[in-house]
Structure formats: C-alpha cells, structure tokens
C-alpha cells in the first residue's frame, strides 16, 4: 500500500507546467559557469589590472580557511537548493502521469547510487580499486545524490511547513551536538578545525581517505545540515509551482530569502558561518542567497520576459553534470594553450594564464552549445 501524504488539499492541487522554468536553468547554468572555469577566470584577475574593484571581486573567488564567507562559498549550497527546486517539478510531473511514490522513490534511489558511484570516480581517478583505504569516499556528486534521495521521500510525505519545521529543527539539533557533545581530548563546543566534533566523528566512522587528512567536509556529519538546502529548495519549488499570482510568489521568495540572511547573521554571533562545517549559520545564509537569487532570475526571466540574455547561462545549466565531468577529466586549457597561445603570447606575460583560461571557457561552453544544438542532454 502506497503511504498518504500529507500535503494540505492547496498543495494537491498543484498545476503542472508543460515547459521547464528558464530561470531555473539559467541560474543553474550561471552556478556551474563558476564551477567550470568562471571561478577560476575572475579569480585569476588579481593584481594584474591595478582597479582595486576588480581585485575585491577576485578575492570573493577564494575559500576562507576556516570560519568566514565568500561568493564563492555559496557556489555548491546554490546548486544543491536547485536540485530540491527541480526536484518538485519532476516529482509533480511523475505523479500527474499516474507514476506511484515507489516508482519515484525507487527511480531516485538508482540516481542517488549512480551520482555516489560518478563521486567516487570524480575524486578518486585513477581509483586506487585494490586498496579501499586510500578511496576519498565523501563527494560533490555523492551529496548532490543524498540530498536529492532524502529530500524527495519528505516531499512526498510531509507539507511545505512541515518540511521547513524538519530542516530548522536539524539545524538546531546540529548546532546543539557541535556544541555540547565533547570531542575526545578537546570538549564540548570546540569550533577549531583540530577539535571540532565533526571531525572526530569523519576520523572515527568514516571509511577511506579524509580530504584533510584528519577531516573532510563532504563526509559524514555534515550531510545533515547539507540536505536542508535541498529541502528549502523544495520550498522555493512548491511557491513556484502553486496556483498563485506571479509577483506573490516573487514576493514570497524575496521574503524568505532575506529572513534566511538576516538568521544566518544572527546565528553566526554563536555559530560562526563556516563552509567547512556546514554550520546552520552557513545554510541559513547561503539559502536565503538562493531564495533571493531564484526570485530575482524568476522575476527577470520568466515574468517580465527579459531572457535572451539568460540564454548563454542556459546552455550550461541544461548539462550541468556533462560539463562538471568534463572539466575533470578533459584538459580544456590545454586545448586553449595549443589553440590560442599564438595570439595571447604577444601580450605581457603575466596576462597569458587569464587569456588561456578564457580560451577554454570558450571551448567549453562550445562543447555545450553543440550538444544543446543537437538536443543532446544527459541526465541521471
């Protein structure tokens, strides 16, 4: 027997649109143009144009080393509330063809084991098979995988307040393990990277190779505060898809975008914003970000219109796991260096690594537009 959900008769309700949202792409498609070199392009700006501006913007392209934020913290947090976003969609369009929850469930179980499987690849080629513990287990992909999988078995179950209500209540819950449980030679509410229960927890249970060696941020523990960005994505998902007027669901969105930045800077007072441990005040911030973000391509593109301009980000966003792969293993800035390096060489050295990384954005974002062209998306 099929378990009943528990939507309020409003969300059973819910229309189901024929196309896909534009904005929803081309947010994705501006969110992996920073994965996929952009990043690495504005980053690589620094100090070499003597406009102070430029080089403020350059530097938001680096990770902090421990607690702070940056632009470029926010890159992963963004896609993985985009992949609960889109989730609502595919879900919606699954039951209105008369699909049953465990077709759905079953269907996005074998996508979560192929992106963990795609993970390991990723962060381990080549992958050392005959010896497990040198294995990174922890991925971008394997997360994406799990979020997805554990935010689609809440949707189907529990209404939009109910899974706001579970993600706030893991986030505290979170907050008030890394706080009070003590870590084995350091305490309780240890925040450093040495002492930090997070840590502890990856060196202890945690099968394979740790990225830092004693501590990896896409292991264990923080898969939980992880996978309420997926569920407030789901959130941003139900506003869209309900039978409401358009500027309240921008209203809405807004709304909740600046309620999740203004608790995030509340809460770092106590719970110091930190991408590498995920901490509550980290997806309180970076979701409202993605809220605000969302309405604002939502508002841009699909209400008033203007999208011409969204169709380079488009293109990227609609074979966003084709290019994260791509980068990994194709050489594209070797291919920019023996294609372009005859033009670029003549301008002063030190501008030769910011041309050549523009020439292979150029090349991939061409590999990316033959396949849109060609109508060739690759999906899991």
């Avoid at 966003?320 to 060489?345: D, H, M, Q, T």
């Amino acid at each position: 027997m099929e378990p009943k959900t528990l939507y309020a008769p409003a969300e059973q309700a819910i229309p189901v649109r024929n196309t896909r949202l534009a904005s929803i792409d081309a947010l994705r498609g501006f969110d992996m143009l920073m994965i996929s070199g952009g990043g690495a392009f504005i980053f690589l700006l620094k100090g070499k144009t003597g406009i102070p501006l430029i080089d403020a913007v350059a530097d938001q392209f680096e990770h902090p080393e421990w607690n702070g934020f940056t632009f470029y913290d926010f890159i992963f947090p963004l896609f993985l509330f985009l992949a609960g976003t889109s989730l609502t969609f595919s879900i919606q369009k699954g039951l209105s063809k008369g699909m049953q929850h465990s077709e759905i469930r079953n269907k996005i179980f074998v996508r979560m084991l192929i992106l963990i499987a795609l993970g390991i690849l990723d962060k381990n080629a080549p992958i050392d098979v005959f010896n497990p513990a040198h294995i990174r287990y922890g991925s971008v992909l394997g997360r994406i995988g799990l979020a997805t999988f554990v935010s689609a078995l809440l949707f189907m179950r529990f209404s939009s307040v109910q899974r706001f209500g579970i993600a706030i209540a893991t986030l505290v819950l979170y907050y008030l393990a890394l706080k009070l449980i003590p870590v084995p030679g350091y305490g309780a509410g240890d925040l450093s990277f040495e002492g930090n229960l997070v840590g502890w927890f990856d060196r202890t249970f945690m099968p394979g190779k740790l990225k830092q060696g004693t501590y990896d941020e896409l292991a264990l523990l923080t898969q939980f505060p992880a996978i309420c960005l997926t569920l407030f994505g789901t959130i941003a998902g139900d506003t869209l898809l309900k039978a409401a007027p358009e500027n309240q669901k921008v209203t809405r969105l807004f709304l909740l975008g600046l309620a999740g930045i203004v608790l995030g800077l509340v809460w770092n007072l106590i719970f110091p914003i930190n991408k590498h441990l995920w901490s509550s005040s980290f997806i309180m911030l970076t979701s409202g970000l993605a809220f605000v973000f969302l309405a604002t391509f939502y508002w841009i593109i699909d209400l008033k219109g203007f999208s011409k301009w969204a169709f380079f980000f488009q293109v990227i966003g609609v074979n966003s796991l084709v290019i994260y792969l791509a980068v990994r293993f194709v050489n594209f800035n070797a291919s920019s260096k023996l294609l372009f390096e005859g033009f670029y060489k003549y301008a002063p050295e030190k501008w030769h690594e910011v041309y050549n990384a523009l020439g292979g954005f150029v090349l991939v974002w061409l590999f990316l537009y033959f396949l849109y062209r060609n109508k060739i998306f690759v999906k899991v």
